[in-house]
């Protein structure tokens, strides 16, 4: 479990405004604070060279931003003709994330809704989760309409520095 929601245990009643995203099958939460645009506008611009996990880059006011797919690094599935075909319709979400003085664009199927939760209710991930997941979220929520994986935005960056150190 990460630092961040250890501590936020031991503080009873704290709680944290958290956006919820679909990606296949898998519901993730991250926290609001980490997000600093979502638009269904942008394109990115194919990156031909790029490690499996890149669907390319964007040119974001002058800034380069690395776009990754989510699908991938979490090992989801993804229907990929149905998800073309909302590609080309324009309605692939891209999120911005910020880390520090990274930042870098997630794509996703639905921004579902925000919703503030205790960091208390949040709870480690079960044993039987998938290496992929265990390496990008630090805990789960169960909700009426199913666990929402907490996404680390910062182990997020972590495995991508990690990836291009490899490269």
Do not use: W
């Amino acid at each position: 479990m990460s630092m961040q929601l250890a501590a936020a245990k031991d503080s009873v009643g704290e709680t944290v405004e958290v956006i919820t995203l679909r990606i296949g099958r898998h519901r993730l939460g991250v926290d609001i604070g980490r997000v600093t645009e979502i638009s269904t506008r942008l394109r990115p611009f194919p990156a031909p060279v790029a490690i499996e996990h890149i669907a390319g880059v964007l040119n974001l006011r002058g800034e380069v931003v690395t776009v990754l797919k989510l699908d991938v690094l979490l090992g989801a599935s993804r229907n990929n003709a149905s998800h073309r075909r909302v590609a080309d319709a324009g309605k692939t979400k891209y999120v911005l994330l910020r880390s520090g003085d990274d930042r870098a664009a997630v794509e996703v199927d639905e921004v579902e809704d925000v919703q503030e939760i205790f960091r208390s209710d949040v709870l480690p991930l079960p044993d039987n989760v998938g290496r992929r997941i265990a390496a990008l979220c630090d805990g789960v929520l169960p909700q009426a309409t199913g666990m929402l994986l907490m996404l680390d935005v910062a182990r997020l960056f972590a495995l991508e520095d990690g990836a291009k150190a490899r490269k």
